[in-house]
């Protein structure tokens, strides 16, 4: 056992080294770089047609999505020859690919790190109110803020390193955000389907929530939510592990609450305090 790990730290310490020569070089070896000159500004329009989804897939980008002043589809983003984005068009999807050089990336090029800008991480979807869209979007590291657009289909969205946040929006189906380092911050949200938020480190706080079924989890954080109905129509659980749960700022020692209503609210968190309260 002492001998693998010897084996293992030298090679840590080999790697170490290799690394320090290659930043010496310039950035050449197993550390690559990314300067400003190396991003490329992409600006783009669409008409709409009978386009009603769009995909996003990065691997280091926030996602901002906003209402756009015209008629037609915008988007704003930088790419690099390393890590291009393919653009798709069909009849009905517009789809956004970030196209990762493993290569580049297995060669450990940490610039993000630094960021030289934050503009260089940034992607600005701009749709037009006239039209409904379904959104499909995931990043590795980066927040999704979606704000005043209230013509959406559905929204599926994931990212590993990233909150999200949702400002005067309403969704005609499905709301569907999950994250594994973030909190969720939700403000004035009318959803038609499922509205379900998950992070594993991170608060949820959604206030003024219009919703069906609701569902909510984090493993360590708080939970803090404002249905707009009443506490009877709706079926209630409650879980935490370490905290206390509270309905309209009555601290409860039940989790569970109107059985055989068929609007659901399920909030769990293994760590943190559960506040439900509600607007009639």
């Known amino acids: 056992m002492k001998t693998l790990f010897k084996i293992a730290l030298g090679l840590v310490i080999v790697g170490i080294i290799i690394g320090i020569a290659g930043i010496i070089a310039g950035g050449a070896g197993v550390f690559g770089t990314t300067n400003p000159d190396d991003y490329i500004l ?5 008409d709409v047609g009978s386009i009603d989804k769009v995909v996003l897939q990065f691997a280091n980008k926030r996602i901002y999505i906003l209402p756009s002043e015209s008629d037609q589809i915008e988007i704003k983003y930088y790419e690099t020859e390393q890590d291009p984005v393919v653009i798709t068009e069909t009849s009905s999807t517009l789809s956004f ?13 940490f610039s993000w790190l630094w960021n030289h800008s934050a503009q260089y991480t940034h992607c600005y979807l701009y749709l037009p109110v006239g039209s409904t869209f379904a959104i499909d979007a995931m990043t590795s590291n980066g927040d999704i803020s979606i704000e005043d657009l209230t013509n959406l289909d559905y929204l599926d969205l994931h990212t590993s ?28 949200v009318i959803c ?22 609701i569902e909510a989890d984090t493993s360590n954080g708080s939970i803090t939510f404002s249905v707009v109905g009443a506490y009877a129509d709706f079926r209630i659980i409650l879980d935490t592990s370490n905290g206390s749960m509270y309905i309209d700022g009555n601290k409860v ?27 009639d």
């Open 42 to 46: 992409i600006e783009e329009s669409y």
């Open 253 to 279: 020692a039940d989790g569970r609450y109107n059985t055989d209503r068929s609007r659901e609210i399920n909030l769990d968190t293994s760590n943190g305090t559960i506040r439900l309260n509600f607007i």
């Open 192 to 213: 038609g389907g499922l509205f379900d938020v998950a992070t594993s480190n991170g608060a949820i706080d959604v206030t003024n929530l219009t919703a069906d079924e």
């Open 97 to 109: 690919i970030e196209d990762n050089d493993w290569d580049f990336f297995w060669s450990f090029d």
């Open 161 to 188: 390193n990233g909150a999200f946040e949702f400002t005067n929006i309403a969704v005609d189906n499905d709301l569907v955000a999950t994250t594994s380092n973030g909190g969720i911050d939700v403000l004035n």
